[in-house]
């Protein structure tokens, strides 16, 4: 099974990308954020025309997610807490092959001294109920996905020392990223990859891209039965690099034997 996800800010903007991708690489599953589209406007043919089944939840020019999958999911669960609530927007549960998929769209967080970072902690908090709500066991395998909006170690963003203080950094979002990783996910790029300086997004500004100024804020998480199985995780450096590209790249794994 090869699993992908990508913050396309903006689905409608990053179709041709998306399309062009879903086309060359073929994943099982594809994971978006912040889609930036209410569900009646969301294009749905391109994607279908593409080979594959669609499950959104989305509002109107922000937030939003999105799980592509070739074959239709045997379970979806929308919102945080099984159905209709504010973060209906941020977090889609689909399971396919018995594989549970959470593609998540974490708040970001604007600034340490404000509300929505300690919303953003909070949410943490709440994920970890989720996990054990929805998940139960984390000895049956099970995808966690998405732009996390945490950069977890100093290898993981440019210039760490000059990020203390930055809501993707801070070592409060860090350990909350990491407690609620501790539920049972493994990183399955950092366990293939130890030691290699990699992000998946740059901001548009300050040639950012052209001097690799990046983060580690995309992941690709699997319990530890579907981590052992993870034979390649890989970002992919050309949705970034194209024509009105994303500020965010692709990230991929593949998990052998499912």
Known sequence: MKIATWNVNSIRKRMPILVEWLGAHKPDVMCLQETKVQDKDFPELPIRAAGYHATYRGITGFNGVATLTLQEPERIVNGMHGGPDPEDDRILLTVLNGVTIVNTYVPQGFRIDSD??????????????????QLKDASKPAVWAGDINVAPE????????????????????????????SWGFVDVFRKLHPAAVQYTYWDYFRNAL?????????????????????????????????????????????????
């Open 154 to 181: 100093p290898i993981d963003v440019y210039h760490p020392d000059r990020r203390v203080n930055d809501v993707d950094f801070h070592i409060d979002a860090r350990n909350a990223f990491k407690e609620t990783l």
């Open 116 to 133: 929505k970072y300690a919303f953003k902690l909070e949410w943490f908090r709440r994920l970890r109920e989720y996990f054990d709500l």
């Open 210 to 258: 052209q001097n690799n100024w990046g983060w580690r804020i995309d992941h690709i998480l699997a319990t530890e039965p579907l981590a052992a199985r993870c034979v390649r995780c890989e970002v992919d450096m050309a949705p970034r690099k194209a024509d009105a590209a994303s500020d965010h790249t692709i990230i991929w794994a593949e998990f052998a034997g499912i």
